[in-house]
Nanobody, 125 residues
Framework: QVQLVESGGGLVQAGGSLRLSCAASGRAFSSYTMAWFRQAPGKEREFVAALRWFGGVTYYADSVKGRFTISRDNAKNTLYLQMNSLQPEDTAVYYC??????????????????WGQGTQVTVSS
């Protein structure tokens, strides 16, 4: 099992950048497919980005493609989300999620059994 703790959220102006981190405790982090989801007030939790446990394959929601970058450092048991050119519509609570040796659809939030508590990102216009 793994426990996930996000950090790095905050308030930023439109056009600015933030880097979120997700620290994982427990063993075998490198074998987890990891993802970021976000949830804005009154909306469902939506997929943002994912990184397979094998091959470094990445996936992005169309709304963040070209602006956000997901990465991981297995030596530090940490997942990252670099967010550039932030817009007010990116305002949400951001969650990291993980699932061991997962091969399925990375945008399926029901597939992930391990979640962090979330970190708030607020983008002002």
């Amino acid at each position: 099992q793994v426990q996930l703790v996000e950090s790095g959220g905050g308030l930023v102006q439109a056009g600015g950048s933030l880097r979120l981190s997700c620290a994982a405790s427990g063993r075998a982090f490198s074998s987890y497919t990891m993802a970021w989801f976000r949830q804005a007030p009154g909306k469902e939790r939506e997929f943002v980005a994912a990184l397979r446990w094998f091959g470094g394959v990445t996936y992005y929601a169309d709304s963040v493609k070209g602006r956000f970058t997901i990465s991981r450092d297995n030596a530090k048991n940490t997942l990252y989300l670099q967010m550039n050119s932030l817009q007010p519509e990116d305002t949400a609570v951001y969650y990291c999620a993980g699932e061991p040796t997962y091969y399925g659809s990375t945008d399926n939030r029901g597939a992930y059994n391990y979640w962090g508590q979330g970190t708030q990102v607020t983008v002002s216009s």
